[in-house]
């Protein structure tokens, strides 16, 4: 969710192999800059090797990460990738079945 105006918004960064949390802040904004913050933050102070980042896709999240994690691969969460890929089919005209 998008943050309003002067309020904090919690931000969690978790290992998803093991749940561990690995930072978890609030912030008043989603700005990519924010954001790439926190994730150097998680790379230069804990000892953990970063394989990849899964998220909702949000674009100052796929910046932050573009900037703050260069060569990770990034992928959508299972919920929200298939939340995409149903759109073009919700979305789609509806038309009466034809008879053949």
């Not at 978790?14 to 749940?19: E, F, I």
């Not at 800059?33 to 150097?40: K, N, R």
């Not at 102070?45 to 949000?58: A, C, E, M, N, R």
Request: hydrophobic fraction near 45%.
């Amino acid at each position: 969710m998008q943050p309003d105006v002067g309020h904090e918004v919690l931000w969690v960064i978790r290992d998803c192999l093991s749940g561990e949390i690995l930072l978890a802040k609030t912030l008043l904004s989603s700005r990519n800059e924010d954001l790439a913050a926190l994730l150097l933050e998680v790379k230069n102070t804990l000892d953990v090797k970063i394989d990849g980042v899964i998220s909702d896709g949000q674009q100052s999240i796929r910046k932050a990460v573009e900037v703050a994690l260069t060569g990770i691969a990034h992928g959508l969460c299972h919920f929200h990738y298939l939340k995409e890929a149903a759109k073009v089919i919700y979305e789609a005209p509806s038309s009466p079945p034809r008879k053949i």
